[in-house]
């Protein structure tokens, strides 16, 4: 093992750097780490998944699919509505870009 590994140092946004485009590369991230909170929040409250979902205003399967991080099945605008009804607080930051 002689050959030295290259690393590159990320940009912060991993959809970034795996070649999304800028804008697309935002809406993940934002949309992924919605996703993880409401996750979290479900693992916390000891809900079923069906209990949740209902609570949520969801199904069970929609619900699921959440679950399993099912990106593109779901919008950035409904991901919010879902974290408000989880119980979460959901702030938007807008600052120039670096």
């Known amino acids: 093992m002689s050959e030295r590994l290259k690393t590159t140092r ?19 991230r934002l949309r992924s780490n919605l ?3 409401i996750e979290d929040q479900f693992k916390r409250s000891g809900a079923t998944q069906a209990a949740a979902a209902k609570a949520l205003g969801l199904t069970t399967p929609r619900f699921n699919a959440l679950l ?16 408000v009804r989880a ?8 600052k120039r870009a670096a």
């Open 68 to 83: 399993k991080g099912k990106i593109n099945l779901f919008s950035l605008d409904a991901l919010v509505n879902i974290a």
């Open 87 to 94: 119980g979460l607080h959901v702030e938007l930051r807008v």
């Open 10 to 28: 990320s940009s912060g946004n991993v959809f970034f750097d795996i070649g999304f485009a800028p804008d697309e590369a935002e809406s993940l």
């Open 35 to 37: 996703m993880m909170r």
